[in-house]
């Protein structure tokens, strides 16, 4: 079956511009999980959906960082003005099982 | 706070060895760990889990080991072939409504020799 997708799966922004980037979950997971991994490093949390819900949003670096999943399946984030720090990959994931999570191809962005 | 550590960032093995990669973790309220293997250009693939209150589980070719006294997990990859390059997150996870997040490690780079 189909897994996890995301799109862009590249984007180069200029400095200042604003991006939104796409997941598109496995049909039916509740839950639903936005990373950023920088280059060498393991995914950090960024935020967390279970349906339409922001259970968590913790993990968003500052407030140019919005998310959104408004019927509970396709999610956006978006990066607002964005900086040369917001490079990195952007991971979607989704789950049923919150421990047994699922990552999309992650979406790599770079600011310029 | 709380981290997830991996002793060694890389790792090159022989094909057909046995590897092993280990991990470190500082939060004992974790109800979960997990591996999982990242290969370059995509998003992290779900190799195997552990509860905390077991000490081992197998897998095919995998067996993940948890000793809770010294906060240390380990993978265990058997017979290891090309297809095993990658790199390896442990992660852990609290199970609790409103903190489902996991938390990963750095990562350890395995290479696999012909």
């Known amino acids: 079956g189909a897994g996890v997708s995301q799109s862009p799966r590249y984007k180069v922004a200029k400095r200042g511009q604003d991006v939104a980037l796409r997941c598109d979950p496995i049909s039916g997971h509740v839950s639903l999980f936005w990373y950023q991994q920088a280059l060498g490093q393991g995914p950090e949390f960024l935020t967390y959906?279970?349906?339409?819900?922001?259970?968590?949003k913790s993990g968003l670096p500052s407030d140019r960082f919005f998310a959104e999943r408004p019927e509970g399946s396709v999610s956006t984030l978006k990066i607002q003005r964005t900086q040369q720090e917001d490079s990195a990959v952007y991971l979607c994931?989704?789950?049923?099982?919150?421990?047994?999570?699922?990552f999309g191809p992650g979406t790599r962005l770079t600011v310029t | 706070g709380e981290s997830v550590g991996l002793h060694l960032p890389t790792l090159s093995v022989q094909e057909g060895d046995n590897s092993i990669i280990n991990c470190a973790y500082s939060n004992s309220a974790s109800d979960y760990f997990i591996w999982y293997k990242q290969e370059s250009g995509k998003g992290p693939q779900f190799i195997i889990d552990i509860r905390s209150n077991m000490d081992k589980r197998q897998g095919q070719r995998v067996t993940v080991l948890l000793n809770k006294t010294v906060k240390h997990l380990s993978l265990q990859i058997a017979a290891t072939q090309p297809g095993d390059s990658a790199v390896y997150f442990c992660?852990?996870?609290?199970?609790?409504?409103?903190?489902?997040?996991?938390?990963f490690g750095t990562g350890t780079r395995l290479t696999i020799i012909p």
């Open positions: 992660a852990e996870n609290i199970v609790k409504f409103g903190n489902e997040k996991l938390t």
């Open positions: 994931a989704s789950s049923l099982v919150s421990y047994e999570q699922y």
């Open positions: 959906f279970q349906n339409e819900a922001q259970l968590d």
